[in-house]
């Protein structure tokens, strides 16, 4: 009777459980991305030198405060609760009027991915040698173009465990957006047990989505992690200690 039931409910609601899987991934993965952007933006403004001019150390001061300010809030308060004053203080601020729920679920998803992000990605800036600022300045680059064309590149290589990080866990909170009626998996899943009134069967076919889709997306980022690392046993060219890494001359080449 058991597997009678979960079989009967797939069979009968695949529809509706595609639907929500499709709306979990399309919300998680835009709302990373869209925080990671957040984050690299901030990452550079946060990096940017103290500027000898008064007026523009104190408008560093105060974008500096005003994303430190958003970072804290957005870490930290839950996402159902950002969801509920996001979405009906909009309601309250346009006379009833409220935003379509799968922007609406991008757009909390993002703003909150983007201040974990800020972290992350100020961590990675932090991480990178001095000494690559200082060539970079050598050579007569801005600040701006030091960042994009030396410094995030390195960062983005050693965030991305932190990034794949965030995406996963993104597309498990998603299911909180159900508090504001986004059709997500575990909206759909709600949505079910009102027609069937098999819970437990209900909620654990929805749990084992949920963890193939984690745990099929970390092996992949993880071996995309693998290709960006590179191989680990490589000679260095012209190694003067290592006869493999010789330089020899071509044919007909003194």
Known sequence: MFFEN????????YPMLLTGLGYTMLIALVGTVI???????TGVIRTIP???N??????QKVVNFIINAYVEVFRGTPMMV???VIFWGYAFINGGNTLPLIPAGIFIVSINTGAYMTEIVRGGIISVDKGQFEGAY?????????MFHVIIPQVMKNILPSVSNEFVINIKDTSVLNVIGVAELFYQANK???MNFQIFETYLIVCVIYFIMTFTITRLLRLAEKKLMGNKNYTICGSQSDPRAEIRPKKGEN
């Open 50 to 52: 103290t500027p000898k």
């Open 138 to 146: 050598a050579l007569g680059m801005t600040h701006t173009q030091a």
């Open 6 to 13: 979960i079989k009967n409910t797939i069979v009968d609601f």
């Open 82 to 84: 950002q969801a509920m």
């Open 192 to 194: 079910i047990l009102t």
């Open 54 to 59: 008064k007026a523009l150390k104190v408008l």
């Open 35 to 41: 925080g990671l952007v957040i984050g690299l933006i």
